[in-house]
Structure formats: C-alpha cells, structure tokens
C-alpha cells in the first residue's frame, strides 16, 4: 500500500513567479472521518478517486490511495458528497533539489487560505525551504481540505 509523507505550511509571500503549472481542482468528501477519509475529485480534466488513512504521530504520514477514474463518474460522486465541497487552484513550484510543492489557493468559503505542501520521500527527508514559506502546520487537522469543507476559513 502507498505511504504519503508530506509537510503542510502556510503561504506568507509571493510564490507566483515560481509557478511552472496550475490546476483547478473540484473535490467533495464520501467520507471525512479522520481514520478513513474518501474523497472524490475533479482535477483540470480528469477525475480521481482517493482513500486517506488516518495520519501518523506526527501528521506527516499515512496511508493513500489513488485511482484515475472517468470525469463524469467523478461529477457524479461530487452530488452525493457530504456537504462543503472544495474549490481551489493549484500551483506547482519545483524545489531545489527536485521535489516540489503543491501550492493550493482556495475559493468560496475558504477564500484567503493559501497552503503549500510538499511530498517527501521520508520525514525526515531535507527541502529547501523558499522565502514564501510561511508558518508550519503539518499535523493541524484545521487545515486537512476534509476539515476544511466542516468549518471554512470564513469562519476562524
């Protein structure tokens, strides 16, 4: 089974002049228990199914899951989620030594949140971090999208 590691921070600078790609992602939740979250999403042209284990100690690992499956299935799964549906953009920043972060800018209820991730190959893993980077919240379920969607950044 598939192990994802990645580091979550906020976004305290301008990162757009960084950006080599960006995607708007659609996404709503089958399920958004923390021990097992289902997450149905629309991401550019193509759409996915994705199973999220519950995170580790350290809330930078867990189990994920992931298959490609067709858009209109997607659209489909998207009006049965729980309510709260995600609206973002996301943008790629590669990262000196070859991993990049996925940088996520929200819309609708969570308009003003900004979250920069990155996937490790370890936790312990080294990362350049830019001047953009922000505050660490890796571990904060407040800022997990299947959170997100419960209780918006409107309403901090």
Do not use: C, M
């Given at each position: 089974m598939a192990q994802e590691i990645e580091r979550k921070f906020l976004v305290s600078?301008?990162?757009?002049?960084?950006?080599?790609?960006?995607?708007?992602?659609?996404?709503?939740?089958?399920?958004?228990?923390p021990e097992r979250t289902v997450?149905?999403?629309?991401?550019?042209?193509k759409g996915f199914l994705t199973i999220k284990g519950i995170g580790s100690e350290s809330g930078a690992s867990r189990f994920e899951w992931e298959r490609e499956i067709p858009v209109s299935e997607a659209d489909e799964l998207l009006k049965i989620c729980e309510p709260g549906v995600i609206d973002k953009t996301r943008f790629i920043v590669p990262e000196k030594s070859g991993l990049k972060?996925?940088?996520?800018?929200?819309?609708?209820?969570?308009?003003?949140?900004t979250v920069a991730e990155i996937e490790l190959p370890?936790?312990?893993h080294p990362f350049d971090k830019p001047e953009w980077l922000g505050e660490e919240v890796t571990g904060d379920v407040k800022f997990y999208n299947s959170m997100l969607m419960k209780n918006p950044y409107k309403n901090w």
């Open positions: 600078g301008d990162f757009k002049s960084h950006v080599t790609k960006k995607t708007r992602i659609t996404q709503g939740y089958l399920s958004s228990i997450r149905a999403r629309i991401k550019g042209e972060f996925e940088v996520d800018e929200f819309y609708g209820e969570n308009e003003g949140l370890s936790e312990e």
